[in-house]
């Protein structure tokens, strides 16, 4: 019997107390409400598959909101939004409250170092906000400590270039044909960038990314199930994207997918 993909979605989703994090079918109905709005030539869908499986095993939704999926070199690739960085952050039990905020030029702001640090933000919203000069992330403890980080403008647009810098060939063709090809390829791959496509939420995630590797581990006992990397269709997620999970359990190895066009044909059809 060829496993439905929701049952094999079951077998990825992380469980926090002996409960999955999210219902399977509600990942089942995000999915299937992102590929009926996909453009039918946009990438090889059979990647879809491998994509939902990270996102499930990282126990978010592919709804656009904690997650989304990117067409990035001819196959989808999964990408945590900010808002699934907080939820994770959530879901370990440290923390009760978790905020990334951008700061325009026309906002005022005050910024205190030293033995009280403290970001004090009034956002302008009388007027046009300006440009983005700096983003922070702030996340509460459940102790009533509070550890945040502040990224300069130049910092992220550092993080940024070295990101773009990743999606461009690096050593192009003479061939006036086969370097038109390469170029076309490369933009198309820098314009389905999350930096090109969501600019604001990947300025927040890179603030949240930073407070996250210092948040506390809680005892909350979450049992991590394994990558899809064994999955057939297997396609790397890219480096800025992988989450760790080195300090959850491991689960039992999950179903796999035996047939990618039953799993397609469950997430268009219902």
Known sequence: MKSKLSDVVKSYIPVKNGQPVINAENFIKSAMTFVKNLKDDVVDKDTIVSALLHCASDGL???????????????????????????IAYRGGAVQSVNAHIIYDNDKVDVQMGTEE?????????????????????????????IYCLLKR???????????????????????????????????RIENSPWTKYEDEMWKKTAIRRIYKMIPKSNTEIVQQQSPEEYEGYVPVMHDDVIDISHMKEAQKPKKVTNVNVALEEITNG
């Open 61 to 87: 939704l592919p709804d656009g909101k904690q997650s989304t999926l990117i067409p990035y070199a001819g196959a989808f690739t999964y990408i945590p939004m900010y808002q699934g960085l907080i939820e």
């Open 118 to 146: 403290k970001i004090t933000h009034i956002p302008n919203i009388k007027e046009e906000n300006g440009d983005k000069i700096a983003v922070y992330a702030v996340a509460t403890l459940n102790t009533g400590g509070k």
């Open 154 to 188: 130049k910092e992220v647009e550092s993080i940024k270039a070295e990101m773009i810098n990743k999606l461009k060939k690096k050593n192009k063709s003479n061939n006036p044909t086969i370097r038109k090809e390469e170029e076309k390829q490369e933009a198309s």
